[in-house]
């Protein structure tokens, strides 16, 4: 399995943008989350989407402005994210999974390199 991410930057408070992540190696069976990280605190927990039914999750933090989404044909995940604020700042990375949903990183084994999005 390999996780690459993409489409992060800086941008001001109010902004969006959409992060990208291609995957190789993985069916439609999957669990793919989004996390971030700060350095110095722990992996969050971002948002989630179990593959066969499409259901998606997301931490209270995020929920109204990010949406998760999967792209079968492409084997992609995308996280677009809007109405960033300074605290969004941070790497985001995807993560994938079998076997079930979990919102907790030590639960994922694959990861991608992440993304740094930086809002001022």
């Known amino acids: 399995v390999q996780l690459v991410e993409s489409g992060g930057g800086s941008v001001q408070a109010g902004g969006s943008l959409r992060l990208s992540c291609a995957a190789s190696?993985?069916?439609?069976?999957?669990?793919m989350a989004w996390f971030r990280q700060v350095p110095g605190l722990e992996r969050e927990w971002v948002a989630r989407?179990?593959?066969?039914?499409?259901?998606?999750y997301y931490a209270d933090s995020t929920k109204g402005r990010f949406t998760i989404s999967q792209d079968n044909a492409n084997n992609a995940l995308y996280l677009q994210v809007n109405n960033l604020k300074p605290e969004d700042t941070g790497m985001y990375y995807c993560a994938a999974k079998t076997n079930g949903c979990t919102t907790a990183a030590n639960g994922f084994p694959y990861w991608g390199q992440g993304t740094q999005v930086t809002v001022s």
């Open positions: 989407i179990n593959m066969p039914s499409k259901i998606s």
């Open positions: 190696g993985i069916t439609y069976k999957y669990c």
